[in-house]
């Protein structure tokens, strides 16, 4: 399935809301869930510095040192209902992104 909006978007815990929505309107049976988060593995690369010496991009760079790490939702559904929930999260990608509202909490 076509997932959504991602940090920036409309919603930040956008896999999990359609996850959510997906198996309530599916069934559980059908539908899974992975969250692919990078959270332990920091991202680096080697950089030249001026005086030709070679060191850690994180080391070097206060903004790349507070890059924070992807995360990736995937949200799979049994083949026999893939058009059908294609179908359907087209129509109800508004209503299942909408945030919850902090004051609803």
Known sequence: ???AEGRF???VKAGSAIFEAVKKEFGEESVRY???SREDKLIDFPVRLEDDR???ARSVSEV????PT?????????QPLEDKAKKWLAEKREEVLKPAREDDA
């Open 9 to 11: 978007g409309k919603n």
């Open 54 to 56: 070679i060191a850690s």
């Open 34 to 36: 992975d969250l692919d």
């Open 70 to 78: 992807a995360a990736f939702d995937y949200v799979f559904i049994a």
């Open 64 to 67: 790349l040192s507070s890059v």
């Open 1 to 3: 399935m076509v997932a």
